[in-house]
């Protein structure tokens, strides 16, 4: 089982060009990834066979609850497909940049299943959020 892990603060390149870390791509299977608006402002970035498995879960679920079909919606239309080029970087969406804050700094931490892109005074706040309530 490959296991996303770390927490780096890579540089946007060229307006919306971000370099994946070496750990993080040594995980990814082949050159493809689905980028999506993930919860809390950032970035999900999936290997592109995890997230078939994800989307899979999703597409399963009844249609009928109105839940379900929110997350549907929130899920598929902000995803968009990348490619890792041969300098290991990915271009970010400009809606993806502009939902998730991003504008120079940026922090990719690796979660487990997936990898987060967050702006990076996004990703502090949110972090002292997660530590004062874990603490707490």
């Known amino acids: 089982m490959r296991m996303f892990l770390g927490e780096y603060q890579p540089n946007i390149t060229e307006?919306?060009?971000?370099a994946l870390p070496k750990r993080i791509r040594?995980?990814?299977?082949?050159?493809?990834?689905i980028l999506s608006r993930?919860?809390?402002?950032c970035i999900f970035v999936y290997d592109k066979e995890d997230w078939i498995t994800e989307a899979k879960k999703q597409v399963e679920n009844p249609i009928t609850d109105q839940l379900t079909r929110d997350l549907k919606r929130y899920m598929f239309s902000g995803s968009v497909e990348a490619v890792i080029d041969v300098q290991g970087r990915i271009v970010l969406p400009s809606s993806l940049k502009e939902y998730a804050g991003i504008d120079k700094s940026?922090?990719?931490i690796g979660a487990g299943d997936h990898i987060e892109i967050w702006d990076g005074e996004n990703w502090k706040k949110h972090l002292e959020k997660i530590s004062a309530?874990?603490?707490g």
């Open 38 to 41: 993930g919860f809390e402002k």
């Open 106 to 108: 940026t922090v990719v």
């Open 133 to 135: 309530r874990l603490a």
């Open 26 to 33: 040594d995980q990814i299977r082949g050159n493809e990834l």
């Open 15 to 18: 307006g919306s060009r971000i």
